[in-house]
C-alpha cells in the first residue's frame, strides 16, 4: 500500500480483512514518505525477496470488496485489477484504451485494456522476469500539443508489459471498489443497481450522478467538465441536469 505519511484507518482496516486464499501466506508492506513508482518497484523487490507468487496492490485511497484478491486471483490473468473510477465529478471508470476511458463493457465482465491503475490489481511475479528494471516510473514528456504529459507509474508499467512481453492488463467489472476522497471523505464508485458511476455526499447520506452507463457509451461524459460543487439526487437511471 503506497502512501504519504500516515494511512487512512478505513483503508488499512478493509486491507487487512482481506480474505486470504486458502494455503497462502501474506507478506505486508506499508511503504512511506516516497514516490509512488519508488514505492511500488521497493515492493516488487520485497515479494521477490520472499518468493512470492503474486503481488497485490491496494493504493491508500482505494477500498475493494474483502473478498477481492481470491476473485482476481481466479481470473488467472497475468496483470487484472478491480474497477474503480476518478475522483471528480463526473467520475469516469479507469478502464483505459488509447488514453482515453472507455465504457463499452457491461457490469460483471472481464475487460482488457491498454492501462488500469494500480489502486487495486493483482500481478503474477513472473511478469517482472519478463521487462526490464524499473518496473514502475513517472515520465515526463512532450504531449502533441506541446504540453508536458506525465505519464504515471501505473501508465508505464501497462506500456511495458504490452511492449516487451506481450501481456495485457485486465479490469474485472465485478470487482467493485470504493475510491474515497481523504480530504471530503466522498466516495466514487460505479453503482451496478443504477448502471452508472455515482459518488456519494461528504456525510454518505445522499448519492449523486449525472451520468447514466449509456451516455459513457456514447461519449457524452467528455463534455462534462469536472465539478466540485453537488448536483441533483439521482434515484433512477434519469440523467438529472446539475443546478
Known amino acids: ?7 487512512d484507518d478505513e483503508v488499512v482496516l478493509n486491507l487487512l480483512m482481506q480474505v486470504r486464499p486458502i494455503h497462502y501466506s501474506v507478506v505486508w508492506h506499508f511503504p512511506k514518505d516516497m514516490a509512488v513508482a519508488d514505492a ?4 516488487v523487490e520485497l515479494a521477490r525477496h520472499h518468493g512470492c507468487e503474486w503481488l497485490f496492490f491496494q493504493d491508500h485511497d482505494v477500498i475493494p470488496p474483502i473478498d477481492a484478491i481470491g476473485r482476481l486471483m481466479a481470473r488467472e490473468a497475468d496483470v487484472i485489477g478491480g ?25 460483471g465482465e472481464v475487460v482488457e485494456c491498454d492501462t488500469i ?6 500481478i503474477r511475479m513472473s511478469v517482472f522476469e519478463k521487462i526490464d528494471e524499473p518496473w514502475f ?26 511492449a516487451k512481453a506481450g501481456i495485457r492488463p485486465y479490469i474485472d467489472t465485478a470487482v467493485l471498489c470504493y ?10 464508485y460505479y453503482d451496478p443497481d443504477r448502471g452508472c458511476p455515482v459518488w456519494t455526499s461528504p456525510d454518505r447520506k445522499d448519492t449523486y450522478s449525472i451520468a447514466t452507463m449509456k451516455q459513457l457509451r456514447d461519449g457524452g461524459w467528455i463534455n462534462l467538465p469536472p465539478r466540485r460543487e453537488a448536483v441533483c439526487p439521482v434515484t433512477d437511471l434519469t440523467t438529472k441536469e446539475a443546478g
Request: proline content about 8%; glycine content about 10%; aromatic content about 12%.
Open 1 to 7: 500500500m503506497p502512501g504519504f505519511g500516515s494511512k
Open 117 to 122: 491503475g494500480m489502486g487495486c490489481t493483482l
Open 83 to 107: 474497477l474503480y473510477l476518478s475522483k471528480q465529478k463526473p467520475p469516469w471508470p479507469l478502464t483505459i484504451r488509447e488514453g482515453r476511458p472507455f465504457a463499452t463493457w457491461e457490469y
Open 40 to 43: 511500488r518497484n521497493q515492493a
Open 179 to 188: 475510491h474515497k476522497d481523504l480530504g471530503t471523505q466522498e466516495l466514487f
Open 137 to 162: 516510473k513517472t515520465v515526463s514528456e512532450p504531449g502533441f500539443d506541446g504540453i508536458v504529459d506525465n505519464k504515471t507509474e501505473d501508465a508505464y508499467f501497462c506500456q511495458q508489459i504490452i
